[in-house]
């Protein structure tokens, strides 16, 4: 399916929900390079450049299943379930080693409702994954 007019609403808002989550993983990057000190529990610098590199990667491919969601490309669900999971593990492995829930609620929550939604009946259906 590669018209636009065939997308339905569900996939719709899937695509603009990866797309926040981009801009919230690169704000993640920019904080671990030391910028945005305000924005954290601490009016601290941080700087963890593997911490950047691996949430720059995750921006750069947020953005990338947002463009194949928008396009409802099947392998977009399919690797949107995986990059999914890869972000939930990668957040809960953040606050484990010391990262706080406050700089990582709004992706926990968006990740967990977006893998709840992709495995309705409807979703998996408009992307031929029944």
């Known amino acids: 399916m590669t018209e ?3 997308r339905p609403l569900g996939v719709t808002i899937l695509a603009v929900l990866a797309g ?5 993983n690169l704000i993640i990057t920019l904080r671990f390079l030391g910028f945005f000190p305000w924005l954290g529990l601490l009016d601290t610098r ?3 450049l593997w911490y950047a590199l691996v949430y720059g990667l995750l921006a750069y491919i947020w953005f990338w299943v947002a463009q194949m969601l928008w396009r409802v490309d099947r392998q977009g669900w399919i690797f949107l379930l995986i990059i999914t999971v890869f972000n939930l593990l990668l957040s809960f492995t953040t606050m484990l080693t010391g990262g706080a829930w ?7 929550l968006l990740n967990a ?6 495995m309705l009946p409807g979703v998996r259906r ?5």
């Open 4 to 6: 636009y007019a065939e």
């Open 20 to 24: 926040i989550l981009a801009v919230i």
């Open 46 to 48: 941080i700087f963890n």
């Open 102 to 108: 406050y700089d990582n609620n709004i992706a926990v």
């Open 113 to 118: 409702l977006i893998l709840i939604y992709i």
């Open 126 to 130: 408009a992307f031929g994954t029944d």
